[in-house]
């Protein structure tokens, strides 16, 4: 195998066209360099340099290997570069997904600083429900997903991490009128996904609502319905933190609901290392749900 480094003494050897200076600019040995010349000429069956009392000059063949070292250099060069900038986090990419509730409430506030602090890094979401998420993990498009917890398929071996929890709450529009009595009954009852229903309404609560229930995976579409009717919102006061501070989403105070929550989980493909972009996310995600738990508490 053809090193790199007998390639870089050829390039120099072809600039300095003397042994002695070529030797002294790779500080090594012109014996040294003198005998990674030869090898190279050995392995490849060819004459690179025509030697005489004057110097050293290049055979046509000589010319030709040169041209073709150097491209094979300057292409290590932007490899290696390009490798530092990766694992220093300024460039590079990273593909992974997340369910619409996870999404809303940990990406406004965990991507900005990551924006600021390496703007050349890409980042591509694909918020989607659980299993169209694990479709994308086993077809290796993206690298993790993170959801609630969720029943896998047993087809490969999964690395499952628990990043925190989230408490489930029951959101409505200001001036709702379960917020002033709750004799009213018939309200649509939407939710992110269908799954999300069994057994987290208190029965009290589902007293109130109406037979059928309207699942919209986009939370921007259940944002703007909440707050223009008389819906109830079955998803979690995280993912609603500034709207509820604004005033513009009340909670119902349904104390039989107010004690529970679910898991936040991250799935990767176990036999799958991840990457430093991946292990950041990891824990900013973790910091973030801590710091609302704490924002919630306080």
């Known amino acids: 195998m053809i090193e790199l480094r007998r390639l870089r003494y050829l390039v120099t050897l072809a600039m300095r066209l003397s042994y002695s200076r070529a030797a002294e600019e790779l500080g090594i040995s012109q014996s040294a360099l003198t005998r990674a010349i030869q090898s190279l000429e050995q392995e490849m069956n060819l004459r690179l340099f025509d030697r005489d009392p004057a110097g050293v000059s290049l055979t046509e063949e000589g010319r030709r290997v040169v041209e073709k070292a150097e491209v094979v250099l300057a292409t290590a060069k932007d490899f290696e570069h390009q490798v530092m900038q990766t694992s220093s986090r300024t460039e590079g990419r990273i593909r992974f997904g997340m369910t619409p509730i996870v999404a809303r ?41 993170v959801s609630a917890e969720w029943p896998l398929p047993h087809v490969l071996p999964v690395r499952i991490e628990t990043l925190g929890s989230f408490p489930i709450s029951v959101i409505v529009r200001e001036g709702h009128p379960l917020l002033t009595g709750p004799e009213a009954t018939g309200f649509p009852l939407l939710v992110s996904a269908a799954g999300s229903v069994t057994g987290q309404l208190p029965s009290e609560l589902l007293k109130r609502t109406a037979s059928s229930i309207h699942v919209f995976e986009d939370f921007g579409s259940l ?76």
């Open 223 to 298: 944002s703007d319905i909440v707050r223009t009717t008389d819906a109830i919102w079955l998803t979690s006061a995280y993912a609603v933190a500034r709207e509820l501070e604004a005033g513009t989403f009340c909670e119902l105070p349904w104390k039989a609901s107010a004690a529970r929550r679910f898991s936040v989980l991250m799935y990767s493909l176990d036999r799958r290392p991840q990457s430093p972009a991946a292990l950041e996310l990891k824990q900013a995600f973790r910091q973030e749900i801590r710091r609302l738990g704490c924002a919630s508490a306080g």
């Open 105 to 145: 409430t940990l990406l406004p506030w965990t991507i900005p600083a990551r924006l600021e602090a390496a703007p050349g890094f890409a980042h591509e979401v694909m918020v989607r429900e659980a299993e169209a998420l694990w479709y994308l993990l086993t077809a290796r498009e993206i690298e993790f997903f």
